[in-house]
């Protein structure tokens, strides 16, 4: 009788843990996942973290700085306070840059033994007014900055 109580609470167990991931209330990774086997709808932002909280938010949003360059302008991001860590493993892989048309204007990418902060500079021959920074951690996914161009 112990015995079938026992088979009887390992498969309620683990048929609430599958309707849990079913329904997305177990989305978060717990390993490093490849570039190619990620997916995820909409970049996080400091706003709407997905299954992060707040705290992973302040260390994933890039922060973006910008000085005037000639007709031009030169756009700095920077993710403060993140792990380059190849042993964890946890890391920033790229940080790109876009127009708000989502035309790619600039990448760079990351190894995990890079130094950090993970920092990414542009130079782009025309002004914007607003530009759309991204960074994809291994572990925390991609994340979102949309800045307004504020010049020094």
Not at 37 to 42: A, G, I, V
Not at 48 to 70: C, D, L, R, S, Y
Not at 115 to 135: N, Q, R, S, T, W
């Amino acid at each position: 009788m112990k015995k079938s109580f026992l088979v009887v609470i390992a498969v309620v167990c683990v048929a609430v843990g599958l309707t849990l991931i079913a329904s997305g209330w177990a989305q978060m990774p717990s390993t490093a996942l490849k570039d190619q086997d990620y997916t995820q709808p909409e970049p996080y932002t400091a706003k709407i973290f997905g299954p992060w909280n707040e705290a992973v938010a302040a260390t994933h949003v890039p922060q973006v700085t910008f000085e005037k360059m000639g007709m031009g302008l030169k756009v700095t991001v920077q993710i403060d306070n993140h792990p380059m860590d190849a042993q964890k493993p946890h890391w920033i892989m790229w940080i790109k840059l876009e127009d708000m048309k989502g035309n790619k204007l600039g990448e760079k990418m990351f190894k995990a033994t890079d130094p950090g902060p993970a920092v990414a500079v542009f130079e782009l021959p025309v002004m914007y007014d607003k530009i759309k920074a991204f960074e994809r951690c291994n572990v925390h996914g991609i994340w979102l900055n949309e800045a307004a161009v504020e010049l020094k």
